[in-house]
């Protein structure tokens, strides 16, 4: 008998696909707009941190409640972005990425902005004096001296998105193959009394975040030694 019945594993690789695709996107946007932020002190930054930050205080059923009304096409977000994707947004898996962007943007962000704020300038400077272009700091200088905190932030970003349930369940539902993820998954098992199937589902995901908890550290303590 196989540890997950097939409908289980299915929402295990969507939430996989959907936690990679969230952290692949966050990380390529989250690192040149904190570099920004960091090197420019402009007087919207302290409003684009709290933007940034905001989704860690909104509650996810609230900010899913949200993100549903404006992905409706009876409302004008909701029918600009359905003909921008092509589709509606709402119960779907772009619609589900587009909640889990929002909501796992401050575990992406928070630790970049943190690392080059720390040592960024001193790298870019560093540099500077060696004479290279501002594009070729930013990507062969500032990033590798910044990666302990880029891989950290990947890994909590990715470890987070798994974990995802009132954001994709109110955006997404409970559609099989298209929104069913593992925290939804595992609220309907609960739901129908099928702990057996809930209990694999909760040492599955466990096992994941102790792996990613692993990776994070293993990633700190090689760069430390290196």
């Not at 936690?19 to 690192?31: D, H, K, P, Q, S």
């Not at 570099?35 to 205080?57: A, F, K, T, Y």
Request: aromatic share 10%; glycine share 8%; proline share 7%.
């Amino acid at each position: 008998m196989p540890w997950l019945a097939s409908g289980d594993a299915q929402a295990l690789l969507l939430t996989v696909k959907l936690a990679a695709t969230t952290t692949v996107i966050l990380v390529a946007v989250c690192l040149p707009l904190a570099w920004l932020l960091v090197r420019r002190d402009s007087r919207g930054r302290s409003l684009i941190q709290s933007l940034v930050m905001l989704p860690l205080v909104l509650p996810p059923t609230v900010l899913g409640y949200y993100l549903l009304v404006a992905f409706s096409p009876a409302h004008p977000p909701g029918s600009l972005l359905a003909r921008l994707f092509d589709q509606q947004l709402a119960f779907s898996f772009t619609g589900i990425l587009i909640g889990s962007l929002i909501y796992s943007l401050p575990f992406a962000f928070r630790p970049l902005e943190a690392a080059l704020q720390q040592s960024g300038p001193a790298l870019d400077e560093a540099g500077r004096v060696l004479g290279f272009p501002g594009w070729y700091r930013f990507l062969f200088i500032v990033i590798p001296g910044i990666r302990p905190a880029l891989v950290s932030a990947a890994l909590l970003c990715f470890a987070h998105t798994l974990g995802e349930f009132g954001v994709v369940l109110m955006i997404g539902g409970n559609i099989p193959g298209e929104t069913r993820v593992l925290s939804v998954a595992l609220f309907e098992h609960v739901e129908q009394m099928n702990y057996q199937a809930a209990n694999r589902l909760a040492l599955t995901m466990m096992a994941i975040a102790v792996i990613t908890v692993l990776l994070s550290q293993w990633s700190g303590r090689r760069h430390d030694r290196f």
